[in-house]
Structure formats: C-alpha cells, structure tokens
C-alpha cells in the first residue's frame, strides 16, 4: 500500500463506500450539510481548504493501484505542531482486513518526517466501535476533555478526542 495524493477521480470510489446517511455521518460528522454529496463536491471541499496550505488529503492504494482507503492531513496550530486525522475511510468491501491500520500507520509516517509533527489527534463517534478499535490498534489514546456531542439523525452522538505523541526517535526513523 501506498499513500498519494487525493484525485478528483478518487472521489466517486471512496463516496460508493458509504451506503447511508449513518454511515456518512459517522465519517464527516457535520462538514457536509447535505446527503449525499457528489464527487465534485468533495473536490471541491478540498479545494477550499487546500488554499490554507495546512490541508493535506490522502488515497491509500494497494499494489493493484486501486483505491481502498482515504484520509486527511491537516496542520490544527499555528505552530504546526499538531496533525489532524480526517474523513478516515477503508473501502467498505475490504474492511477487517488491517488496511485501515496499514493507511493510519503511512499516515503517521508522513506526518513526523513530511509534516514535522510531534502530536497527531483525530475525532471520533463512541458509537463507531469498528474505527474505534483500529484507532486504538495503531496507539491512538483517547484524551480527557469536555464532552463534546452532536445532533445526528435525531440522536445524540458523543466524539471522542484521541491523540498520539510522535517521538523524536520516531521522527528520525522516518
């Protein structure tokens, strides 16, 4: 597996992969207004965070050059010490195969030795135990602050923040 950047052909694989209006909540929380949303209009989402130059999207793709993952890089300080983990996604077809720890354990790679980051963070739902569990496979902690909960579907969602130390050893080893 490798990772490279987002295409705008990627956009209509990686939306196939989610089936419902749940499932597409679970993966975006709220920075879609509508459901479902086009290719074009995850391009174009990324276009416009892009022009920050703190924005980083990703396609994971296996040895046959076939999209099976996606996720998000991006700077959250001013300082750029601290690398967000976003819209992480596996090819839903592919699932439980480790795919998504291969993509998190790339994507942590880049963001020491690329990103220079010394902390990366990532949001998720509790209710979400699948990418849960691979986040807390690849060293992902969930950190203690204030409960943060949205409005989903009529239910009440609570995200939990996660986070990893980057080590300098680590930094060095990439």
Not at 107 to 124: F, M, N, P, T
């Amino acid at each position: 597996m490798i990772l490279r950047r987002f295409e705008v052909a990627d956009g209509a694989a990686i939306l196939s992969w989610i089936k419902n209006e749940r499932e597409f909540r679970l993966w975006s929380a709220d920075r879609f207004g509508d459901y479902p949303i086009t290719p074009e209009e995850l391009a174009d989402h990324y276009d416009k965070c892009a022009e920050t130059g703190a924005f980083f999207p990703f396609t994971a793709v296996d040895g046959n050059g076939e999209a099976v993952g996606h996720l998000i890089l991006r700077y959250t300080d001013d300082y750029k010490k601290e690398v967000r983990f976003g819209f992480v996604i596996v090819d839903s077809y592919r699932r439980g195969q480790g795919l998504g720890r291969e993509m998190l354990g790339l994507a942590k790679k880049y963001a020491a030795a690329e990103l220079h980051a010394q902390r990366i963070s990532l949001g998720v739902f509790e209710n979400n135990a699948s990418a849960l569990n691979c986040y807390k496979a690849v060293g992902f902690a969930e950190k203690k602050r204030q409960d943060e909960y949205y409005s989903v579907l009529g239910e009440r969602w609570k995200c939990l923040e996660m986070e990893i130390p980057i080590c300098e050893s680590h930094q060095a080893d990439s």
